[in-house]
């Protein structure tokens, strides 16, 4: 077993519950948009293991235009992951970092993904989690297989035939015993043209006896991931959240990156406490953002655009990560830049 979790370890996207039997979660996140955008949805394998050691797999279905959600339930003996990669069966369900099999009552299909834009990894820093990935006693562990990628394939949902060709997709994962107490956590991959994607959150980490406010946020934009985060020294400069709006501002050594982002209708879904899927939280897929990346150092623009379909959760005692903006802003004389340009 600690071989298994070792591998693991340098390899996020791959199954961490070996040898776990009690308050334990893990769950893949796969959202796929067509790509005239009608159809939204998150699809979501998983298994949860209780206080008392009753284990279930199971499969929730989002779907973020009709604001409905499914929740499948399987035996433990369905789930079967593979070791050394990433293979996921659920049943008659599979799952890889590239195809997505479905085999459920009303909901059947095959899709698969190309041109993925995974978050790099390094030894020292295996994917989102930076060196936080090697601390043994987190509540929630992230992963993310692809910012960004393009989908081939069509779903049979309820009696209608869902094509996905040329639309677009994005799928990470968590595991650990439970979400965070309060979290906000959004993504988008639909701005003016493909290759351009985002995803942030910001929780209340459970820290040895304590807690401090972690947070995450890259753009990946034309092949560069720009990145603020907790590990890299970046900032948090402000984040609020009311029933309309939400904002986050992060600053790291040269970028300022300002979000807001508009709430939409949201559907309910399952989620882990203490290892089962006894939680509620509610995401919305039709939220709009505006985002705008700023490089501070040359005083320009670099990118301001509105995402669409963009996923979004609000959870749990806000007042526990949210932050007025107390440092003064930077206005210099700003001029928007044509496209993005790698820095040297």
Excluded at 21 to 39: A, L, M, N, P, Q
Excluded at 84 to 102: I, Q, R, S, V
Excluded at 224 to 250: C, E, G, M, P, R
Aim: glycine share 6%.
């Amino acid at each position: 077993m600690p071989l298994k979790r070792i591998q693991a370890l340098f390899h996020p996207e791959q199954y961490h519950g070996w040898g776990k039997t009690r308050k334990f979660f893990e769950g893949w996140y796969y959202k796929i948009v067509s790509s005239d955008e009608s159809h939204a949805f998150a699809i979501i394998p998983g298994i949860a293991m209780d206080e008392q050691g009753h284990q279930q797999g199971f499969i929730q279905v989002l779907d973020g235009k009709r604001l409905k959600a499914e929740y499948h339930k399987f035996e433990v003996s369905e789930f079967t992951p593979s070791i050394g990669k990433f293979e996921l069966a659920l049943g008659e369900n599979h799952f890889t970092a590239d195809t997505l099999e479905l085999n459920l009552p009303k909901i059947k299909g095959n899709l698969k993904f190309s041109k993925m834009a995974p978050w790099p990894s390094r030894w020292y820093s295996p994917n989102i989690m930076g060196p936080f990935s090697f601390v043994p006693f987190m509540e929630c562990y992230h992963g993310i297989l692809s910012m960004d990628h393009q989908i081939q394939g069509q779903l049979e949902i309820h009696n209608r035939s869902v094509n996905f060709d040329q639309g677009r997709g994005y799928t990470e994962k968590d595991w650990g015993s439970s979400f965070p107490s309060a979290y906000i956590w959004m993504q988008s991959n639909h701005f003016s043209r493909p290759g351009i994607s985002f995803k942030a959150s910001v929780a209340k980490i459970p820290w040895l006896g304590s807690s401090f406010v972690g947070f995450i946020a890259g753009v990946w934009l034309e092949d560069t991931l720009i990145q603020f985060t907790t590990y890299n020294f970046s900032k948090l400069l402000k984040s609020h959240a009311d029933k309309q709006l939400v904002q986050l501002t992060f600053e790291n050594a040269r970028y300022r990156l300002e979000i807001h982002v508009q709430r939409a209708d949201k559907t309910e879904l399952s989620s882990p406490i203490l290892g089962f899927m006894e939680g509620r939280i509610e995401e919305s897929m039709t939220s709009i953002i505006d985002l705008r990346l700023i490089d501070e150092k040359n005083a320009s623009v670099l990118f301001h655009e509105t995402g669409r379909n963009t996923a979004l959760e609000v959870a749990g005692n806000l007042e526990e990560i949210l932050i007025k903006e107390t440092q003064p802003v930077k206005k210099p004389s700003l001029q928007p830049q044509p496209s993005f340009q790698r820095s040297s």
